[in-house]
């Protein structure tokens, strides 16, 4: 892996974004799984599974859950969050690598795939990770991949004003240049992320297809309710958290708002 990647993610920067600023990301991230994972018991795979997020909820979900990580640190967060729930635990949480997966031929029907794709910035690699994934599918195994927004830096950047540094906004024209993002000041600004490759959203399409998948769907994640200020106080309101998940699902296929959502998510079918 990239040093910088290593680095990043070994400040522990992961354990609870998704619970901070990255919550909405997360609420729709587990509808989406709800919506197109075969149903539980089925055996999943979370490739660069983190800390174990998602891990941990498929498992409470009665799901058959395997995590492997590159760092190190997420696999010994994983196991914790899996220890914390013993009625529930993940079935594995190993490191690994997604372009070379330990797992046999046809045993899981389903891998997730939700980081390992923006941190694979040379495309013949995301091409091993995909083919991996497809190689340990069942027949009619989902794939599910999650992707970051060619546009998403520039969404964000003017969400939280970093626009205001002249070097937010350097990184911001090579990324929509060339999709490879660079943080030149990772120990001084982790907030503004680290090594990645941000997608086109036709470019997921074809890059999933091209791994021998059937594409069942192409869809935003935050999309529209990125706009909002403070997505917090919906998602605690039950009747105003449906009206949100409502909103943003009734456009998150469209073509014309799909980069203006700073991730994507692709679900294939083997």
């Known amino acids: 892996m990239d040093p910088d990647i290593v680095s990043h993610y070994a400040m522990g920067v992961e354990e609870d974004r998704l619970s901070t600023w990255g919550r909405l990301e997360r609420e729709r991230t587990l509808d989406l799984l709800g919506r197109f994972l075969p149903p539980a018991p089925a055996t999943v795979l979370d490739v660069g599974g983190g800390p174990g997020v998602y891990a941990v909820h498929l498992a409470r979900a009665g799901y058959d859950v395997h995590l492997i990580d590159p760092v190190g640190l997420h696999v010994e967060q994983a196991r914790a969050a899996s220890a914390a729930q013993p009625d529930a635990p993940l079935g594995s949480a190993e490191l690994g690598d997604a372009r070379a997966l330990a797992a046999g031929d046809r045993s899981v029907d389903a891998v997730l795939l939700l980081g390992p794709l923006y941190h694979l910035v040379d495309a013949k690699d995301r091409r091993r990770a995909l083919r991996e994934a497809r190689r340990v599918l069942r027949p009619g195994g989902v794939l599910a991949a999650a992707a970051i927004s060619r546009f998403g830096a520039t969404i964000d950047g003017l969400a939280t004003e970093a626009f205001r540094d002249p070097g937010f906004e350097a990184i911001v024209e090579a990324d929509q240049r060339r999709g490879h993002h660079r943080n030149p000041d990772l120990a001084g600004r982790p907030d503004w992320f680290t090594t990645a490759y941000f997608h086109l959203p036709d470019e997921l399409a074809v890059e999933v297809r091209d791994a021998g998948f059937a594409l069942e769907a192409l869809v935003a994640v ?45 679900v294939g079918r083997a």
Do not use: K, T, Y
């Open 222 to 266: 935050e999309g529209v309710g990125r706009f909002l200020a403070d997505p917090a106080p919906w998602l605690e309101d039950p009747e105003l958290r449906g009206r949100l998940m409502r909103a943003i699902a009734r456009v998150e296929s469209e073509p014309s708002l799909l980069g203006a959502s700073p991730h994507l998510l692709a």
